[in-house]
């Protein structure tokens, strides 16, 4: 083996690099030697389910690796794929456009079953859900427990995952994690990035350029949540991936410096637009109608509010600020203000298109 593929460094291959997340990710990974120019170049593989769109061509322009892999039809070609990679990047995705809530545990079992049969030598995950305070149980069923006291025999296979267990996002991103860590036995590494991104704000683009407020369930409004962004959970990522295995396998929770109630999440949102502050205060039902109306698939909708915590209450959820992102990276995060300093990003909110295209 080359010198310079030991110490847990070498090919990286990124899954889901079709979505927002993934791609990200990709293109910080090729950015990472540019400015460290004492990094050596590893080949990056970006797995898409369909490499003749315009965004699969660009990833291949700037210098990834392009496959299309089939992992039902064809899994022992994704194997073939995976040997000789040295780590894998776990991104599931699910505001993507092929992976739905019945899909992504069997889509991320297989890709971890895959990687152990190629002998991949780390696994760098990422999950939008933070573990649960045990302290405090949620109000979700039992099975979906944190992964440490998920009973093993439950992810044995995805077929064996009851109806209980993936009635939300969280129990199937629970019940990968577990997975992951019963079956995979070299390095693991888990980037949690709980609450919002900033990027997923724009679905209330439509709402506020119609109606000049930012729409939010009126009882809700001083509720917590954490937020960071997509640029530096990207960052973060390919810090991990370009360091070696014995040195990041931990689990990570990646968050911006600030916690902001909803309200504050809205101010800032409608003040970076230079537009008067103003809520529209409604129901959680006629929030997701709002949200139907912008994205136009009811279970992204669905996703994004148990995300950011409308959905239920979890009584074991623990709102808080990190400094994993300045441990990992040497940079604290970017705030929701110096977001909006972009004027690529209030572009984006005045614009019509779809949210989540890349």
């Known amino acids: ?27 910080q990974i090729l950015e990472l030697p540019k400015k460290y120019h004492h990094l050596t170049t590893y080949p990056v593989l970006a797995a898409v389910p369909d490499g003749t769109t315009m965004h699969a061509y660009s990833l291949g322009s700037l210098g990834a690796k392009v496959i299309v892999p089939d992992l039902v039809h064809h899994y022992q070609d994704t194997v073939d794929l995976l040997k000789g990679v040295t780590k894998l990047c776990l991104v599931v995705d699910p505001l993507s456009s092929h992976l739905t ?9 297989r890709y971890i079953d895959a990687a152990t049969e190629a002998n991949v030598s780390h696994i760098v995950f ?45 129990s199937q991103f ?60 990207a960052r973060a990522t390919a810090t991990v991936l370009y360091s070696p295995s014995s040195r990041f396998c931990n689990n990570y929770r990646i968050t911006g410096p600030q916690l902001l ?15 008067d502050i103003t809520i529209d205060g409604m129901e959680v039902h006629h929030l997701r109608q709002v949200l139907q109306e912008s994205i136009g698939n009811e ?12 959905q ?17 990276t040497g940079q604290s995060g970017k705030t929701l203000k110096e977001f909006f300093e972009d004027q690529h990003v209030v572009d984006s909110f005045m614009s019509c298109k779809l949210p989540f295209v890349v």
């Open 1 to 27: 083996m080359p010198v310079e593929f030991t110490m847990g460094k070498g090919p990286i291959y990124v899954t889901g690099a079709d979505s927002l997340k993934g791609s990200a990710i990709v293109q």
């Open 101 to 109: 809530r019945d899909n992504i545990v069997d889509y991320a079992k």
């Open 126 to 170: 990422l999950s939008p859900f933070s573990p649960l305070d045990p302290i405090s149980p949620p109000t979700t069923p039992l099975t979906s427990a944190p992964p440490s006291v998920l009973n093993a025999k439950t992810v044995t296979a995805a077929s064996h995952i009851t109806e209980d267990t993936v009635c939300s996002f969280r």
């Open 174 to 233: 629970n019940v990968i994690e577990a997975y992951l860590r019963s079956k995979f036995t070299r390095g693991i590494t888990v980037l949690h990035h709980p609450g919002l991104l900033h990027q997923h704000l724009v679905v209330f683009g439509d709402y506020i350029r119609k109606h000049n407020a930012f729409p939010l369930p009126s009882t809700l409004l001083e509720n917590s949540i954490e937020s960071s962004n997509l640029h530096d959970i």
């Open 261 to 275: 109630t909803l309200q504050e999440v809205s101010a800032r949102v409608l003040t970076g637009l230079k537009r």
């Open 299 to 310: 279970e992204h909708v669905s996703f994004l509010m148990e995300v950011w915590g409308l």
């Open 312 to 328: 239920r209450t979890l009584g074991g959820r623990r709102f808080e600020v990190t400094r994993d992102l300045e441990a990992l």
